[in-house]
């Protein structure tokens, strides 16, 4: 999440830029589009990634919430996420070099630290003390 509120930030600061990009892009795609409106339609797209990222964000809550629970879908699904998480963390750390400015390089930063974060969940996860949480009740080892 903290990524995410990074990114809007970096580029609502930067409009101008977004802006300029977005209105050549559409120039050579040959529409006739206002520079008003054009600037609507990039806060209007910073505003859809917020609430996008939210919407993520209450998604996670409540995986971890059945995780509390021992459901074994959240734990496959955190497994699924997290080794996503630690994919593009190790892309992050391998590409901070090449970074240019302050907002990428939070941005790259933080990838990093989910990254470390989601490898500790996983790992917490799959011990064999956690494996026995998330048995169906009633049926632990030694049981049929």
């Known amino acids: 999440m903290g990524r995410l509120v990074v990114s809007l930030v970096d580029t609502l600061a930067d409009r101008e830029r977004f802006s300029a990009e977005f209105r050549d892009r559409m120039m050579s ?25 939210l919407a993520v964000a209450a ?5 971890v919430h059945q995780l509390g629970k021992g459901k074994l879908w959240a734990r496959t699904l955190l497994t699924f996420v997290g080794v996503w998480l630690v994919i593009t963390g190790v ?3 391998f590409s901070i070099g090449v970074v240019e400015g302050v907002g990428p390089l939070i941005s790259g930063a933080g990838s990093i630290v989910q990254a470390v974060l989601a490898a500790g969940a996983i790992f ?7 494996v026995k949480w998330f048995l169906p009740r009633g049926r632990g080892p030694g049981k049929s």
């Open 124 to 130: 917490l996860c799959q011990r064999p003390e956690s």
């Open 29 to 53: 795609a040959d529409t006739q589009l206002t520079p008003a409106t054009i600037d609507l339609l990039v806060t209007m797209g910073a505003v859809l990634g917020l609430v996008l990222g």
């Open 59 to 63: 998604l996670g809550v409540l995986v």
């Open 91 to 93: 892309a992050a750390l």
